[in-house]
Protein backbone atom coordinates (compact mmCIF):
# COMPACT_ATOMS: atom_id res chain seq x y z
CA UNK A 1 0.00 0.00 0.00
CA UNK A 2 1.17 3.14 -0.60
CA UNK A 3 1.56 5.35 2.43
CA UNK A 4 3.63 8.28 0.87
CA UNK A 5 2.16 11.60 2.29
CA UNK A 6 0.39 13.41 -1.06
CA UNK A 7 1.22 17.04 -0.87
CA UNK A 8 -1.65 19.70 -0.12
CA UNK A 9 -1.42 21.92 -2.83
CA UNK A 10 -0.91 26.20 -2.12
CA UNK A 11 -4.33 25.70 -4.49
CA UNK A 12 -5.79 23.28 -2.38
CA UNK A 13 -4.69 25.17 0.68
CA UNK A 14 -6.78 27.63 -0.33
CA UNK A 15 -9.53 26.14 -1.31
CA UNK A 16 -10.31 24.62 1.93
CA UNK A 17 -9.64 27.73 3.97
CA UNK A 18 -11.92 29.09 1.73
CA UNK A 19 -14.68 26.63 2.29
CA UNK A 20 -14.23 26.89 6.06
CA UNK A 21 -13.92 30.64 6.25
CA UNK A 22 -10.63 30.92 7.48
CA UNK A 23 -12.08 29.71 11.02
CA UNK A 24 -10.73 26.40 12.55
CA UNK A 25 -13.45 23.64 12.28
CA UNK A 26 -12.94 22.52 15.22
CA UNK A 27 -13.00 25.01 18.11
CA UNK A 28 -14.60 27.68 15.74
CA UNK A 29 -11.05 30.57 16.21
CA UNK A 30 -10.51 33.00 13.65
CA UNK A 31 -6.80 33.07 12.79
CA UNK A 32 -4.38 34.82 10.22
CA UNK A 33 -4.27 32.89 7.47
CA UNK A 34 -0.81 32.55 8.17
CA UNK A 35 -1.66 30.68 11.56
CA UNK A 36 -3.97 28.54 10.16
CA UNK A 37 -2.67 24.63 9.24
CA UNK A 38 -4.72 21.89 7.21
CA UNK A 39 -5.86 19.19 8.67
CA UNK A 40 -6.75 15.55 7.55
CA UNK A 41 -9.94 15.03 8.87
CA UNK A 42 -9.14 11.28 8.62
CA UNK A 43 -4.85 11.00 9.14
CA UNK A 44 -3.24 10.29 6.14
CA UNK A 45 -1.85 7.27 8.09
CA UNK A 46 -5.21 6.07 8.50
CA UNK A 47 -6.20 6.03 4.55
CA UNK A 48 -7.47 9.40 4.35
CA UNK A 49 -6.18 11.61 1.00
CA UNK A 50 -5.19 15.08 0.25
CA UNK A 51 -8.54 15.98 -1.35
CA UNK A 52 -11.00 18.72 -0.71
CA UNK A 53 -13.01 16.09 1.02
CA UNK A 54 -10.74 15.37 3.35
CA UNK A 55 -8.60 18.53 4.52
CA UNK A 56 -10.46 20.88 7.06
CA UNK A 57 -9.11 24.15 8.12
CA UNK A 58 -7.93 24.14 11.76
CA UNK A 59 -5.71 26.20 14.29
CA UNK A 60 -2.60 25.22 15.61
CA UNK A 61 -4.01 23.91 19.21
CA UNK A 62 -6.82 22.04 17.56
CA UNK A 63 -4.22 20.36 15.33
CA UNK A 64 -1.53 19.47 17.95
CA UNK A 65 -4.66 18.32 20.51
CA UNK A 66 -6.19 16.01 17.53
CA UNK A 67 -2.61 14.40 16.50
CA UNK A 68 -2.93 11.60 14.12
CA UNK A 69 -6.37 10.47 14.79
CA UNK A 70 -9.93 10.83 12.74
CA UNK A 71 -12.13 13.31 14.11
CA UNK A 72 -14.40 10.27 15.29
CA UNK A 73 -11.63 8.98 17.62
CA UNK A 74 -10.82 12.11 19.03
CA UNK A 75 -14.71 12.71 19.26
CA UNK A 76 -14.30 9.43 20.98
CA UNK A 77 -11.47 10.37 23.59
CA UNK A 78 -12.49 13.65 24.33
CA UNK A 79 -16.07 11.86 25.28
CA UNK A 80 -14.58 10.50 27.83
CA UNK A 81 -13.22 13.51 29.46
CA UNK A 82 -16.17 15.75 28.76
CA UNK A 83 -19.24 17.14 27.74
CA UNK A 84 -20.15 15.96 24.52
CA UNK A 85 -22.62 18.07 22.47
CA UNK A 86 -19.41 19.95 21.23
CA UNK A 87 -18.57 17.69 19.09
CA UNK A 88 -21.12 16.04 17.82
CA UNK A 89 -22.34 19.56 16.27
CA UNK A 90 -18.39 19.72 14.72
CA UNK A 91 -19.21 16.58 13.53
CA UNK A 92 -22.56 17.77 11.84
CA UNK A 93 -21.03 21.04 10.29
CA UNK A 94 -17.63 19.51 8.81
CA UNK A 95 -19.79 16.65 7.15
CA UNK A 96 -22.19 19.39 6.05
CA UNK A 97 -20.06 21.49 4.67
CA UNK A 98 -17.84 18.88 2.96
CA UNK A 99 -21.19 18.26 0.70
CA UNK A 100 -22.20 21.52 -0.04
CA UNK A 101 -19.61 23.68 -1.13
CA UNK A 102 -17.17 23.16 -3.73
CA UNK A 103 -14.08 24.65 -4.67
CA UNK A 104 -14.00 27.33 -6.95
CA UNK A 105 -12.23 26.92 -10.61
CA UNK A 106 -9.40 28.88 -10.55
CA UNK A 107 -9.55 31.95 -12.88
CA UNK A 108 -7.10 32.12 -15.44
ZN1 LIG B 1 -9.03 25.19 16.83
Given at each position: ?10 Y?R ?21 KL ?11 G?S ?8 C ?15 DA ?7 R????A ?10 NK???K???
Open positions: MDTKREPVTPMMAVMGRDEHVCVYCGTTEEESQIDHAIPVSKGRNFENLVTCQHCNYWKGNRTVEEWDEQKLHDSLFTLLERIKKRSKKPRKKS
